[in-house]
DNA sequence: ACTAGATACCTAGTAATGAAAGGTATATGA
DNA sequence: TCATATACCTTTCATTACTAGGTATCTAGT
């Protein structure tokens, strides 16, 4: 195979995995505390090691609202930009339980399938 | 909310999750011995509980043969239809390592964002 | 004063995958 | 004869992550 072409089918692979994982992740950090936005990015990337580019993020935001998922406060600073506070609301707080029952399923699905000897 | 509308969240969230864990599923699997396409049907909704349309699979295994992963033989039987086997190549193992370790990092982003009290 | 960079928000377009709904063919049992 | 199970495959659609843009405020350096 070209050298290229693994790292390639990695990458891509790689982004479709994240989809949905993505969505978890950050509700599953709003359940723990309220973040904006930004914060969100920087949190994922240092503690998770995670990078996630801050559209994407974004756009995960705006999703979950219109769920009625999450919700948010405005907060003025004397200096610097304002940031947008979001939080679960119920609604939030009910799918994110049932999102980690379904995660733990395809979770234990990868250990049981998982040979030892690949 | 309406009653019906996190169900359909969930069931969507649900089908974006599963992109790409799908693939390491058959690529686990494989990697333990050979199966043919039907066999991974029943063996996945059996033993992981996770159901996956059979349209869904042979599409998997398309892609996964024409990146040079896995590799086929026929058996004819003497009755019923033929079966198409399928097992890892070189560049499969190597590629299930890999996606292995993203899919490790991505469950301990999981776990370690989960709050306890939601 | 000007520039670069960090902070903080957002949007439009593209590519890839799972799901649904179809199709083909062989064998079995009512 | 008809339904069901086995076993393969294709086409179409909806959704989401990624890329590459954009706006605006503040700070630091030249």
Known sequence: MKPGKQAAFLANWTSQAR???LE???LNLLGRREHYG???????RDS???E???GTLYAILARLQKEGFIQHRWE???KGPARKYYDLTPDGKNALKEMR???EDMAGAVRKS???NV
């Open 48 to 50: 998770s090691g995670i």
């Open 114 to 116: 998982g040979a030892r």
């Open 52 to 54: 996630i580019n801050d």
């Open 24 to 26: 978890l992740l950050v």
């Open 101 to 103: 029952a379904v995660w």
């Open 38 to 44: 930004y914060e969100l990015v920087e949190r994922i």
């Open 76 to 78: 003025h600073l004397e």
């Open 19 to 21: 989809k949905g994982f």
